[in-house]
């Protein structure tokens, strides 16, 4: 028998530019299914940037993992644009598909749209947070409570909060219908501390002296990441730590107001906007603390990097991210929003070093232990099996 066709919807492969954790968990997914009797795809609903999409794709051709990529995103016409996306992949495909399985809100669209055109037999799909459609609250209305449990043969959410939010879904309950817990996860080889040198080396690259405290975040700017009160904070401990340095990398539609806000903050030299790095490895461990400050999240995958690189962890308490962090174990929690909590609760994690060391390998001992992809990719394959023999 031929190996199952089980396609991997994202919605790019610019991994380290413009894409989040969702994309890096399809693709870590597909990577790590078992090739002896699971073909994996992955496909890309647009092409964003094709320099940064290459490495992805020659890396995945170089391990027998096939790459499809819709049309160049065009946010001018999106609803052409997203049709013409399903027509290029849709041509790209010669021989039908078992499994469309979605790791993202249009994606979750897509798979319905090519479930026929690819003759899939089933179709899942993973919700990555616990609010999905935040800024389209009448498609999640239309299509996550209403449509999705009619049409997905299985819905899984990576944190329990997200699959609670799927079972109380009216539809959900009439059809009996129930989601299934499959956390996010990453591959665990990659993260880890650094040597002395090379931390004191990437912090002079970045203008930092050697012995100067870094707090820092990685992510996507955007509301949903609550950088603003990133930001607040970062001002009251500079009063405080004036030789302290605040980094943040990544890119965003919110960049060009928090550098805005900096600036009116008065950060100056203190805060250091890198932009969109693809070392992410390497940056997490010069940070003394890592800082969480989203408003929601479903399991949030730069928490998972920064406790393996063994770096200290404030965060806010919201769903998911309490999936992670135990308040005093393996971080700090403090509420959403709540900036001078936030900035307590960095200060008292750089005044006790050997207390948030502890805190820190505490927590990559536990994430190592229950979100390696290798043993979510063996429970997402069981998942596959059970659909199949339906």
Same mark, same amino acid.
């Given at each position: 028998?031929?190996?199952?066709?089980?396609?991997?919807?994202?919605?790019?492969?610019?991994?380290?530019?413009?894409?989040?954790?969702?994309?890096? +968990? /399809?693709?870590?997914? =597909?990577?790590? #299914?078992? &090739?002896?009797?699971?073909?994996? @795809?992955? *496909?890309?609903?647009?092409?964003?940037?094709?320099?940064?999409?290459?490495?992805?794709?020659?890396?995945?051709?170089?391990?027998?993992?096939?790459?499809?990529?819709?049309?160049?995103?065009?946010?001018?016409?999106?609803?052409?644009?997203?049709?013409?996306?399903?027509?290029?992949?849709?041509?790209?495909?010669?021989?039908?598909?078992?499994?469309?399985?979605?790791?993202?809100? +249009? /994606?979750?669209?897509? =798979?319905?749209? #090519?479930? &026929?055109?690819?003759?899939?037999? @089933?179709? *899942?799909?993973?919700?990555?947070?616990?609010?999905?459609?935040?800024?389209?609250?009448?498609?999640?209305?239309?299509?996550?409570?209403?449509?999705?449990?009619?049409?997905?043969?299985?819905?899984?959410?990576?944190?329990?909060?997200?699959?609670?939010?799927?079972?109380?879904?009216?539809?959900?309950?009439?059809?009996?219908?129930?989601?299934?817990?499959?956390?996010?996860?990453?591959?665990?080889?990659?993260?880890?501390?650094?040597?002395?040198?090379?931390?004191?080396?990437?912090?002079?690259?970045?203008?930092?002296?050697?012995?100067?405290?870094?707090?820092?975040?990685?992510?996507?700017?955007?509301?949903?990441?609550?950088?603003?009160?990133?930001?607040?904070?970062?001002?009251?401990?500079?009063?405080?730590?004036?030789?302290?340095?605040?980094?943040?990398?990544?890119?965003?539609?919110?960049?060009?107001?928090?550098?805005?806000?900096?600036?009116?903050?008065?950060?100056?030299?203190?805060?250091?906007?890198?932009?969109?790095?693809?070392?992410?490895?390497?940056?997490?461990?010069?940070?003394?603390?890592?800082?969480?400050?989203?408003?929601?999240?479903?399991?949030?995958?730069?928490?998972?990097?920064?406790?393996?690189?063994?770096?200290?962890?404030?965060?806010?308490?919201?769903?998911?991210?309490?999936?992670?962090?135990?308040?005093?174990?393996?971080?700090?929690?403090?509420?959403?929003?709540?900036?001078?909590?936030?900035?307590?609760?960095?200060?008292?994690?750089?005044?006790?070093?050997?207390?948030?060391?502890?805190?820190?390998?505490?927590?990559?001992?536990?994430?190592?232990?229950?979100?390696?992809?290798?043993?979510?990719?063996?429970?997402?394959?069981?998942?596959?099996?059970?659909?199949?023999?339906?």
């Amino acid at each position: 028998m031929r190996p199952l066709r089980v396609v991997q919807i994202v919605n790019g492969l610019a991994l380290n530019t413009k894409m989040g954790g969702a994309e890096r +968990f /399809g693709v870590e997914l =597909a990577r790590h #299914l078992d &090739r002896d009797w699971i073909d994996p @795809i992955v *496909v890309g609903l647009w092409a964003w940037d094709a320099a940064a999409e290459r490495p992805w794709r020659e890396l995945l051709a170089g391990e027998g993992i096939r790459t499809v990529v819709g049309a160049p995103k065009d946010d001018s016409r999106a609803a052409l644009n997203f049709k013409m996306s399903m027509d290029a992949i849709r041509r790209q495909f010669t021989e039908p598909v078992d499994i469309i399985h979605s790791q993202c809100d +249009f /994606g979750d669209v897509a =798979a319905i749209w #090519l479930r &026929r055109a690819l003759q899939a037999q @089933i179709l *899942v799909r993973t919700s990555h947070n616990e609010l999905e459609w935040a800024k389209r609250p009448l498609r999640r209305w239309l299509l996550v409570k209403g449509i999705y449990p009619f049409v997905y043969d299985l819905e899984c959410g990576v944190s329990t909060r997200a699959v609670d939010v799927l079972d109380r879904r009216w539809t959900a309950r009439l059809l009996r219908k129930r989601g299934v817990v499959v956390y996010n996860a990453i591959n665990t080889r990659r993260f880890g501390p650094l040597p002395k040198d090379d931390v004191s080396a990437l912090k002079r690259a970045l203008g930092i002296a050697p012995d100067a405290p870094v707090i820092g975040s990685v992510g996507r700017f955007s509301e949903q990441k609550g950088y603003r009160y990133f930001l607040e904070a970062a001002a009251l401990l500079a009063r405080d730590l004036p030789q302290a340095r605040f980094v943040l990398v990544g890119s965003g539609e919110t960049e060009s107001a928090l550098k805005t806000q900096a600036d009116a903050l008065n950060l100056g030299e203190k805060i250091i906007f890198t932009g969109a790095r693809d070392d992410v490895e390497t940056l997490l461990p010069i940070m003394d603390v890592f800082v969480s400050s989203s408003l929601w999240e479903g399991l949030p995958t730069v928490i998972l990097e920064a406790m393996l690189a063994e770096t200290p962890v404030v965060a806010t308490a919201v769903a998911g991210t309490t999936e992670l962090v135990e308040d005093g174990v393996t971080g700090a929690l403090v509420p959403a929003a709540d900036v001078a909590q936030l900035a307590a609760a960095v200060r008292s994690m750089l005044a006790d070093p050997v207390l948030s060391a502890a805190m820190a390998q505490r927590g990559r001992d536990f994430v190592r232990a229950r979100f390696d992809i290798e043993q979510i990719a063996r429970q997402q394959e069981d998942l596959y099996r059970q659909l199949l023999a339906r």
